[in-house]
């Protein structure tokens, strides 16, 4: 799913917040502490940050609030203006773009869905929708087809004419997707899309989500303070506190192998072998002697339970999603996943 | 920001505050006590002292009327302006003017003001709108009404469209806003006459002259809703629209400005209040209208013409409020789908063709298009005998109250304040200020009332603040408890709120016919009116602040088995106080304006010296009077606003 030339990269950027960020920055130890740079008056929101998003590939950046994960989105839509680093969008430098330049690069190729929706009270849904494209200045008949047909695919359809106060928080939210979505942007970011909606309407919207995802297949940057969220959505999560990303990786990776104790907090409580799939539990093949027939990497070791519990081979066999056999399970290593280590 | 500049008198630790105020207050009684012995220059300040700020004033204006030739500017406005109040005029009240249609009926007028009501709030706000023009048409007061409405009518959408350009401009910029801020203050405390003195100068009297001093006087209000709006847009709001690539100009005006939407139509109301109490006002300098007519008949003592004059100002401010309110809390509501046409625009069909019907029937039946003076009915007889047996009734004891009030308290109060020596109490002040807010309240105390001693106008100023003190005192001795009972219920509450509100439209003026029909003109009648007028601020802060104490804190004192009277005591009066200040703070500022307003039935305070001002054009006396009144207003504020801040912040309120 990945192409060679990452979508959005990041490369040590910081982002400082106080009277004269620049050249407090320069004149920094580097190994200051989050806590001594507070002391002097300023925050660091992001510091020292490098990642990079794949094409296609959903990135959540999961953190407390406080952590700098809104803040870092914002940079990487230059809503903010770093202090210091580069980040370069489809390989150009945000941060040398003219107003003009990054107008036109919004204009077609981001979108953002907000926290608390963001929508503008004096619109209706199909107004609000259309808005971008009004700012692009499309013509009134163009941008309400379009504006229409992303209505009908978020679900609102019917309730074109309403006003945001006449909605639901989790219909609001979808008149926030539709929008973000009008000018089909390559790049989609999502501040707490759904923090600010009941836990029910949350894991529908969570649903409908995904379902979008797999229609369009955007590049994403969603942020959550929510663990079970970030690990429900993402391809990869990386984790940030103070500002800094504590650890960049695959949901399973984190869950198995988390690089701190900080990360680790978060890990303990989730049930892993809800998380964990079987491929990515499994070792290499290296001339092990596999026999019988093979279990399916793509699910989850908790949705193997029954197969694992009644199984009696040491070692199984794992399927990639062509059927082809990629590697070997340790069935006593997937049976501790699933029922905690042994004591 | 501006709470930290205000932290830093505070973190004076308060001990040591209170010790500087008590060694200060010590020093104020003894240089009253000793005042016998002190050098004159600290009982009064000697001629040689006072600083002529008046011709100062009058040279620059001078400088800026001929010299910068700002007179033509300004007399190419207000010609620019009167040619609008023109068509107005010809369209209300059939001034022979461009476009020479009018005068519509007044049954036209009234039809329109109903459907407007209708479309903005229903059957009830429709009648009243209605009802309000059938009784001036019924009354016979159609042209005054008229004429007053006939410059609101221009100057609001004036001031509104100054004030909503203003108040960007200040959000735009901060330097702009660092010096509107102060600007904006003093205007707002300057009080109404201060006004008018230079637009006499600049344009002369007459209508136009009414309006440029009603643009000028409601502007204020407008900028700070604009600039309040603007500030409040949520965060998220205005990234959505970054994002969806608007270009700043864009976001100003699809997204900054309609999302701050109510709180610029809140400016609009308070635009539209300000400018229907200035115009009634600006009879002083020769606007006709309704206030002319008001005080011609106050003056001649006819009290029951002017009750009728005071219920259509009533009637319309407390429309005008209502209407405007109403849009400013109106939300867009969606039609269902496939409405028609007609069903759209409903109202607007009903608005033409009521409109046309009633021409037509108004050429048949005159009566629909103008109620003569003949046509017109009066209540002033029976209300006349009315009055006349309340007053005759009432007599023994206003005439007591007035004898008591004037021998035992107002005159024995004013010798007192013109005995005190200046110094007493500039460092009288200075303790109270200390108390309040450290060295720096201290001193800004000082600096106010030291340059109202360096005026020369001493003793006018001591007899506004003794006319002030006694009657905000009174006014407490009503509104608090007063506001204490209405707070009981929620109900209650809101129906004394509603009371307060509506008393609150009423221009400033009507406020004078009850207590001159009582009282007489007078002193006591000017404390009356001022004591009505401060005491609804009161009433209503007393109530807001008593019904804002959070229900935890409520439900937390009734578990621990305290009594009503223990909860009233113990909880809601000292978290309720920080509010409760807010309402002295304005009900001191009512009160200047008011004893000002006062001055033309005949007081001896700062308020006479200015409409001697206005009557002579002199600028510069005017202005100085005016700032007089203003820092003396500026004082208390500052006071109360330290004072409630550090409070709120000791509470945990924010």
Redesign the interface.
Same mark, same amino acid.
């Not at chain 2, 998220?236 to 270009?247: C, D, F, K, S």
């Given at each position: 799913m990945t192409d060679q030339k990452p979508v959005i990269s990041c490369r040590n950027v910081w982002k400082m917040f106080g009277p004269q960020p620049e050249a407090y920055l320069a004149g920094l130890d580097p190994s200051a502490t989050f806590e001594a740079i507070r002391a002097d008056g300023y925050v660091p929101a992001v510091r020292n940050v490098t990642l990079d998003i794949a094409r296609g590939e959903m990135l959540v950046i999961m953190g407390l609030s406080g952590s700098g994960k809104s803040t870092l989105v914002r940079c990487m839509s230059r809503l903010l203006d770093i202090t210091a680093g580069a980040i370069e969008v489809d390989g150009e430098v945000i941060g040398d773009l003219s107003e003009r330049q990054l107008i036109d690069l919004r204009r077609n190729k981001m979108g953002m869905v907000f926290q608390s929706f963001g929508l503008l009270p004096h619109r209706t849904v199909l107004d609000n929708v259309a808005f971008p494209l009004e700012m692009r200045g499309q013509d009134i008949h163009t941008r309400r087809a379009r504006a229409m047909e992303v209505i009908e695919l978020v679900g609102l359809g019917g309730r074109e004419d309403y006003f945001p106060r006449e909605l639901s928080g989790g219909q609001q939210q979808r008149v926030g997707i539709a929008r973000s979505l009008a000018i089909e942007p390559d790049i989609w970011f999502l501040d707490e899309p759904f923090s600010a909606l009941d836990p029910l309407i949350r894991r529908e919207m969570q649903d409908e989500f995904l379902r979008l995802q797999a229609m369009l297949g955007k590049s994403i940057v969603f942020i959550t303070h929510d663990f079970d969220e970030a690990l429900r959505l993402a391809d990869r999560i990386a984790i940030m506190k103070d500002g800094a990303v504590e650890q960049i990786d695959r949901p399973d990776r984190i869950v198995m192998e988390p690089a701190t104790p900080y990360v680790a907090k978060f890990t303990e409580e989730i049930e892993k072998a809800r998380v964990v799939h079987a491929s990515a539990l499994a070792g290499p093949v290296n001339g092990l002697s596999l026999s019988g027939v093979p279990v399916d990497g793509g699910k989850t070791i908790s949705q193997l339970a029954r197969l694992l519990v009644n199984d009696e081979r040491a070692i199984l066999p794992v399927a990639g999603p062509d059927g082809g056999v990629i590697g070997a399970l340790d069935r006593q290593r997937a049976l501790d996943v699933l029922f905690g280590e042994a004591q | 920001m501006t709470t930290v500049a205000t932290d830093a008198p505070v973190s004076v630790p308060g001990q040591s505050r209170l010790r500087m105020a008590q060694v200060l207050f010590g020093a104020a009684v003894c240089l009253a006590l000793a005042k016998g012995m002190l050098p004159d220059a600290l009982i009064r300040l000697p001629d040689s002292w006072v600083v002529p700020f008046a011709d100062w004033f009058n040279a620059m204006f001078n400088f800026m009327r001929d010299d910068l030739g700002l007179i033509h500017v300004t007399r190419a406005f207000a010609d620019g302006l009167d040619w609008f109040l023109d068509v107005t005029a010809n369209l209300l009240y059939g001034k022979n003017r461009w476009p020479r249609i009018g005068p519509i009926p007044w049954s036209v007028i009234a039809a329109t003001a109903a459907i407007v009501g209708y479309a903005l709030n229903g059957w009830r706000l429709a009648a009243m709108s209605g009802l309000t023009f059938v009784w001036i048409a019924v009354m016979g007061q159609w042209q005054w009404a008229m004429e007053t409405l006939s410059v609101i009518l221009i100057a609001a959408p004036v001031s509104v469209l100054l004030g909503l350009v203003m108040g960007t401009l200040a959000w735009r910029s901060a330097r702009f806003r660092a010096v509107l801020n102060p600007l904006l203050n003093v205007a707002q405390s300057l009080p109404h006459f201060a006004y008018m003195i230079p637009v006499v100068v600049f344009v002369g009297v007459g209508p136009k002259a009414g309006a440029i001093v009603t643009i000028i006087f409601s502007v204020p209000p407008m900028i700070r809703m604009t600039l309040l709006g603007l500030q409040k847009v949520?965060t998220? +709001?205005? !990234? &959505?629209?970054?994002? &969806? &690539? &608007?270009?700043p100009w864009?976001l100003l005006r699809? +997204?900054r400005l309609?999302?701050a939407?109510t709180d610029i139509l809140v400016g609009v109301n308070q635009v539209i209040m300000q400018c229907l109490a200035m115009v009634v006002l600006a009879s002083f300098i020769g606007m006709p209208g309704l206030g002319q007519k008001l005080l011609q008949l106050l003056q001649a003592l006819k009290i029951g013409r002017s009750f009728e004059i005071g219920i259509t100002i009533v009637l319309l401010a407390v429309m005008l409020d209502r209407c405007s309110k109403a849009w400013a809390m109106k939300?867009? +509501?969606?039609? !269902?789908?496939g409405t028609p046409w007609a069903v759209r625009h409903r109202l607007f069909l009903i608005w033409v063709f009521a409109t046309v019907v009633l021409w037509v029937l108004s050429l048949i039946f005159p009566i629909l298009h103008e109620i003569g003076r003949r046509e017109a009915l009066s209540l002033a007889g029976p209300l006349d005998v009315a009055m006349d047996w309340i007053i005759a009734t009432l007599d023994p004891v206003t005439q007591w109250l007035r004898w008591f009030l004037i021998v035992w308290v107002l005159i024995p109060l004013r010798d007192g304040m013109l005995w005190l020596p200046v110094s007493a109490v500039l460092v009288f002040l200075m303790s109270v200020g200390w108390a309040v807010g450290g060295r720096r309240s201290a001193l800004i105390c000082l600096a106010y009332f030291g340059l109202i001693a360096l005026s020369g106008w001493w003793d006018r100023a001591m007899i506004t603040v003794y006319t002030v003190t006694f009657s905000v005192f009174i006014a407490t001795l009503i509104g608090f408890p007063a506001g204490i009972w209405g707070s009981r219920s929620a109900r209650r509450a809101k129906t004394v709120l509603l009371v307060c509100d509506t008393l609150q439209t009423f221009p400033s003026f009507i406020y004078l016919i009850p207590v001159i029909m009582l009282f007489g003109v007078n002193d006591v009648a000017v404390v009356g009116a001022v004591v009505l007028f401060a005491a609804v601020p009161l009433i209503r802060y007393t109530i807001e602040g008593l019904r804002g104490v959070p229900d935890a804190q409520i439900e937390a004192a009734d578990m621990s088995g305290a009594t009503r009277k223990q909860t009233l005591w113990s909880v809601r009066l000292p978290l309720a106080l920080p509010t409760i200040m807010v309402g002295v703070n304005q009900s001191v500022m009512f009160s200047l304006f008011m004893v000002i307003i006062a001055a033309f039935i005949g007081t001896q305070d700062l308020g006479q010296e200015m409409q001697r001002a206005l009557s002579s054009s002199d600028v510069g006396k005017g202005m100085v009077l005016g700032l007089a009144v203003a820092f003396m207003g500026l004082m208390v504020d500052h006071l109360v606003t330290v004072w409630a801040t550090r409070r709120r912040k000791a509470l945990g309120m924010g």
């Open positions: - | 949520p998220e +709001v205005i !990234e &959505a629209g970054q994002m &969806a &690539a &608007a270009t864009q699809h +997204v309609p999302t939407r939300q867009p +509501v969606h039609m !269902e789908k």
